[in-house]
């Protein structure tokens, strides 16, 4: 498994951006799949994700009515679409996918990050 992410830019508080990430090999539609970030000094964490067999989605507390999850099947890719973006969600965002249930279980495979930096 691969995962490609990309997306991420310089962005005012207020605006809105749109990661993607595109997955490479077995079990799309069946993994849970989803998002981390990490902030400078702060430790990695979960962010939104697709439950195992995309049952359903999660979302951390601190991005729910702002973040949504989507995914594309046909282009084996999922979107992290951010808007009423803050300063406080600048970090390095990162794809990620597991063949446990939840993401927040275990990460099995990570892609490499994409920076989100939101200016105030």
């Known amino acids: 498994v691969q995962l490609q992410a990309s997306g991420g830019g310089l962005v005012p508080a207020g605006g809105s951006l749109r990661l993607s990430c595109v997955y490479s090999?077995?079990?799309?539609?069946?993994?849970?799949i989803g998002w981390f970030r990490q902030a400078p000094g702060k430790e990695r964490e979960f962010v939104a994700g697709?439950?195992?067999?995309?049952?359903?989605?999660d979302y951390a507390d601190s991005v729910k009515g702002r973040f949504t999850i989507s995914r594309d099947h046909a282009k084996t890719t999922i979107y992290l679409q951010m808007n009423s973006l803050k300063p406080e969600d600048t970090a390095l965002y990162y794809c990620?996918?597991?063949?446990?249930?939840?993401?927040?279980?275990?990460?099995?495979?990570w892609g490499q990050g994409t920076q989100v930096t939101v200016s105030s």
């Open positions: 990620a996918s597991t063949l446990l249930a939840h993401l927040k279980s275990r990460v099995d495979n």
């Open positions: 697709f439950t195992w067999n995309g049952a359903t989605t």
């Open positions: 090999g077995h079990g799309f539609s069946s993994y849970a």
